[in-house]
């Protein structure tokens, strides 16, 4: 799979961050770039793992709302 990043500076922090635009906007940093990027990466494959088996159990009883913020 094939994601772009964005790659910024950031002054006041003093650190590279690192944002996926095309996945939620999530983010990292690190002190370099390669830090950033790696960081990044382990941020998006933590997002993309799938939902443990023990928090689709459909036996407990559940409440869906819908929130209008």
Sequence with gaps: MI???VIEWDEESQAYSATCPELNFVSSFGDTKDDAITNLKDAIQLMLEP????????SASKEVVELAL
């Design 3 to 5: 994601i772009r990043a």
């Design 51 to 58: 939902i443990p088996d023990e928090f689709l159990d459909g």
